[in-house]
């Protein structure tokens, strides 16, 4: 498929918000032992319900190493489709293509970042990052999507949310990090977003979830539910690290407008309480130079707010915590018409992630 030398602003393309219909989602299967415990057989059981979760709602393709790709089919439901597909972890959201869409057209092309691994040599989780960086072309390939390689420019899916009516939220944390594109000024930066998403308006949170290794990624802590209206991550008590953050990101966003001059209606959605690595679980993944340790003890990343929007459907992550079921209450209401399918998560949370950070969403 054609690789694109203009840009999607200048085609008259834009990131629609997730909340928007969908064509369908991409997920991509675990089986690093460094990352994921006991040979990320607990991980495939956890990736499998969030996939017959997903494939209730939207056409869901599922992308396999060649060595995985039996046991991948055997174990996904018949609705999945399953492609061989090169990676060096699961990370669709951030390793795939961010689609953009051209409303007068109805045309989907899509921009591939350059990916490094969340910080590349200065603080990246695992090297060689080589063939994750190849998987938005091949996606892009497979789906007959035209596409825009942004080459020089780091970035990853889950660091960005489109209000899809021009407003982009994401957080300095991760954007200004030192390991992605240390050697662009902050506007310079939001110039290649504004021309890559065609956004016109950025709204700069200042953290992610406390200890957050993608270096606070938007879409853990604040997301869209639609244009005007977001959810943030919020925690009550005071004590914890996570309440200066949150707060500070609450202040930020009661102070802005988005792109169409609103006012932001912000929606507290509770953490659970903290959840660490246990010493049977710190155990079961294989110690390897250069990947992030799973230590016994180390605080995760929990958070409710990267659920994923399907069509019809929203897909939540739970954590075996009272505020499971209040999650579930707040969501249910911001989307009433929406069937919620809960997912248990812990399992994806020990190697690091979140159910929105394994799924990437096709606009329709
Ligand atoms: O976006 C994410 N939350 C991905 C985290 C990657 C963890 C790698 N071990």
New binding site residues.
């Given amino acids: 498929m054609k690789r694109l030398t203009s840009t999607p602003a200048s085609d008259g393309f834009h990131m629609p918000g997730e909340f928007e219909p969908h064509a369908g989602c991409w997920m991509l299967w675990p089986e690093r032992p460094d990352?994921w415990r006991l040979g990320a057989k607990p991980a495939q059981a956890a990736f499998v319900e969030v996939a017959r979760a997903i494939s209730r709602f939207e056409p869901l393709t599922v992308g396999v190493s060649a060595a995985q790709y039996d046991n991948a089919v055997n174990l996904l439901p018949d609705a999945v489709r399953v492609v061989e597909l090169s990676n060096n972890?699961s990370?669709v959201?951030?390793c795939g293509p961010t689609f953009v869409r051209n409303d007068a057209t109805r045309e989907i092309r899509a921009v591939d970042w350059v990916f490094n691994a969340?910080g590349g040599l200065y603080d990246g989780?695992?090297f060689p990052w080589d063939k994750d960086d190849e998987v938005a072309r091949k996606i892009c390939e497979i789906e007959r999507v035209a596409s825009y390689r942004a080459e020089g420019f780091v970035l990853?899916g889950?660091s960005i949310h489109s209000d899809g009516e021009g407003t982009l939220y994401t957080t300095e944390e991760c954007l200004l990090s030192p390991g992605r594109n240390p050697e662009l000024t902050k506007e310079q930066i939001e110039e290649k977003l504004g021309s890559y998403l065609g956004i016109e308006k950025i709204i700069w949170l200042k953290g992610g979830i406390y200890l957050d290794?993608?270096n606070g990624?938007v879409d853990?802590i604040c997301c869209v539910a639609q244009p005007g209206t977001v959810l943030l991550a919020w925690t009550d008590d005071e004590n914890d690290p996570q309440y200066a953050i949150s707060k500070e990101n609450y202040d930020i966003l009661k102070g802005s407008t988005d792109a169409r001059g609103r006012e932001i209606q912000v929606i507290k959605l509770p953490l659970p309480a903290p959840i660490c690595i246990t010493a049977e679980e710190s155990q079961g993944v294989d110690a390897v130079d250069g990947t992030?340790p799973r230590c016994e003890g180390d605080r995760l990343a929990a958070s409710y707010v990267n659920f994923y929007t399907a069509n019809g459907g929203l897909v939540v992550p739970s954590f075996d915590d009272p505020n499971d079921e209040v999650a579930v209450e707040v969501l249910q209401g911001v989307f009433p018409g929406r069937e919620v399918a809960v997912v248990p998560a812990r399992e994806i949370l020990l190697?690091?992630?979140?159910i929105h950070?394994i799924t990437q969403q096709q606009p329709a």
Wanted: one cysteine or more; hydrophobic letters at 20%.
């Fill in positions: 990352n972890d990370w959201r951030d969340w989780l695992y990853e889950g290794e993608t990624h853990n992030l190697g690091g992630g979140n950070c």
